[in-house]
């Protein structure tokens, strides 16, 4: 099996009791696999017959039963089985989250997401572009079937939309735009199965000269101004429901909100440039992650728009706060806002359902993204 992974994937090591909002403490259902419940089921000491009692299955998967965190956990924020019993018999989401994995055949992808406040700071301080690798594993083949030539395809456009989105020589937002601005003819292509297409658009967007003429379109062009922008993101954002309800009035936008953040938007750039790094990552990140899935699926122009939405929300965060306080919100409030956003959007189904459902509705569109990244055009 070859394994591929970005370098932040290996770094990655859980922070444990140093954990401020421990993954265990979050009140999402922990699975529990057949293997670690047969493993409890045959002891008969205390702790082990209290994890098998709180046990229970549904549609044929075991959860355990907890109100809002593991019972598990002790008073240091440390799995009290894993202490007792090693690492090697604990349910695998917990040996394995935020790690995440892909299969095609002999080719397995994995990462790390950022629901995890280490894995949010990992990515947060990643200055240098992020560097993708590749091993062998003795791992066996997956048998899910898949059209190799599309992975291949797919796996090279995603490669050269990377490669667009760490190219310093343009503004983060510039490169998130022709993200947008490819999204159509690679979406075309996917949809047609036709690699040999998505190899030729890939070869244009290698050009230099190509970039900067899509760039140049971008000021031809007329698109809706950044404010309407700005109070669809909060339409969208307000939709969402979130475990934590403070979160979701960050994105409540007033026209005073807008307004303010319009006028300082410029100073906010040139203040935030040396960091925008950070929203590089993000960006590939998203991309990285979600859309390999369309070899399965064909949906390209979802996840590429949802990766840029995503970006430029996390941007809004921030330039949210500099509007309010006049200052860059510091790098651990960044990291934060960071967390949060996966925790609550990017972790939750039906919140992303959302993003996805406006996308194909229309009322999430190019225009729109175009208004927030270039303003008036
Ligand atoms: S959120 Fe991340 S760092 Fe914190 S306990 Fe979970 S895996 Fe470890």
Redesign the pocket.
């Known amino acids: 099996m070859t394994l591929h992974y970005p370098d932040i994937f290996l770094q990655f090591r859980?922070?444990?009791g140093d954990?401020r909002?421990?993954?265990?403490r979050t009140g999402w259902d922990i699975e529990v696999d057949r293997r670690t419940f047969e493993f409890y089921s045959g002891l008969r000491d205390p702790l082990a017959v209290r994890f098998v009692d709180s046990v229970y299955e549904e549609e044929g998967c075991l959860y355990m039963k907890h109100e809002g965190g593991c019972p598990f956990m002790n008073g240091k924020?440390l799995c009290g089985l894993q202490l007792l019993y090693g690492e090697g018999h604990i349910s695998e989401i917990c040996r394995e989250?935020?790690r995440f994995y892909e299969w095609f055949g002999d080719y397995k992808e994995a990462g790390v997401g950022l629901?995890?406040?280490?894995?949010a700071r990992l990515l947060m301080g990643h200055e240098r572009p992020i560097v993708f690798s590749e091993r062998q594993t003795d791992e066996e083949t997956d048998s899910l079937e898949f059209d190799s030539k599309l992975f291949e395809g797919v796996k090279m456009i995603r490669e050269r939309l990377i490669d667009i989105l760490q190219d310093r020589g343009f503004t983060v937002l510039q490169r998130l735009g022709m993200v947008v601005f490819s999204a159509e003819d690679i979406q075309q292509a996917v949809f047609d199965e036709d690699v040999k297409r998505l190899k030729q658009i890939s070869g244009m967007l290698a050009i230099d000269g190509f970039r900067i003429e899509m760039m140049n379109e971008a000021g031809d062009h007329y698109y809706i101004h950044e404010d309407q922008g700005l109070g669809r993101m909060a339409e969208i954002m307000g939709k969402m429901e979130y475990l934590d309800g403070g979160f979701g009035e960050l994105f409540s936008l007033t026209r005073e909100d807008i307004e303010r953040i319009a006028e300082c938007e410029g100073r906010f750039d040139r203040e935030y440039g040396g960091s925008s790094y950070e929203l590089e990552n993000l960006a590939v990140y998203f991309i990285y992650r979600y859309l390999i899935k369309a070899v399965r699926d064909y949906a390209v122009k979802e996840r590429l728009f949802m990766a840029v939405f995503c970006t430029l929300a996390v941007r809004l965060l921030f330039l949210r706060e500099y509007a309010e306080n006049g200052a860059l919100p510091d790098k651990e409030r960044r990291c934060f806002l960071v967390k949060e956003f996966s925790k609550e959007i990017e972790y939750d189904a039906d919140n992303m359902d959302i993003i996805y459902g406006e996308i194909q509705d229309g009322g999430l569109n190019s225009d729109i993204l175009c208004g927030l990244i270039f303003g008036e055009g």
């Open positions: 859980c922070i444990c954990c909002d421990n993954c265990c924020g989250h935020p629901s995890c406040e280490e894995a």
